[in-house]
C-alpha cells in the first residue's frame, strides 16, 4: 500500500517562497512509469494540478504556474517537493501530492495540507 504525506508550513508571507514535501511509502518514486504530481483546491474553488515529476526525473508544470513553480525529488529520502515563489493570498489552498497512473488518473493521495498565505 503506498502512502503520502505530505509536509511544510502552514503560513506563509505574500512574496515569499512556500516549500512544501511529499514523503512516499510502500513505493519507489523511481518505479517506471508513474510520475507524482502536485495539486491544490483554493477554498471554494476545483482542484488544480500544478506539476509533477516523473519517474525518470523529468518534470512538468501547469502553463500558468510554470514561471514560479518548482517540483524536485531526492530519491535517497523517496521524498518530492514543491516550490511556489512570490506568493499570493490566492494561493493560499490545500495542497496535495498524489501518484500518477502511467495511463491516467491518480490512485493514491496524500490527506491533504492547508496553506494560508497572509501577512
Known amino acids: 500500500q503506498v502512502q503520502l504525506q505530505e509536509s511544510g508550513p502552514g503560513l506563509v508571507k505574500p512574496s515569499q517562497t512556500l516549500s512544501l514535501t511529499c514523503t512516499v511509502s510502500?513505493?519507489?518514486?523511481?518505479?517506471?512509469?508513474?510520475?507524482w504530481s502536485w495539486i491544490r483546491q483554493p477554498p471554494g474553488k476545483g482542484l488544480e494540478w500544478m506539476g509533477a515529476?516523473?519517474?525518470?526525473?523529468?518534470?512538468y508544470y501547469s502553463p500558468s504556474l510554470k514561471s514560479h513553480t518548482s517540483v524536485s525529488r531526492d530519491t535517497s529520502k523517496n521524498q518530492f517537493s514543491l516550490q511556489l515563489s512570490s506568493v499570493t493570498p490566492e494561493d493560499t489552498a490545500v495542497y496535495y501530492c498524489?501518484?500518477?497512473?502511467?495511463?491516467?488518473?491518480?490512485?493514491?493521495w496524500g490527506q491533504g495540507t492547508q496553506v494560508t498565505v497572509s501577512s
Open positions: 498524489a501518484r500518477g497512473r502511467p495511463l491516467g488518473g491518480y490512485d493514491y
Open positions: 515529476i516523473a519517474y525518470d526525473g523529468n518534470t
Open positions: 510502500g513505493g519507489s518514486i523511481t518505479t517506471n512509469y508513474y510520475h
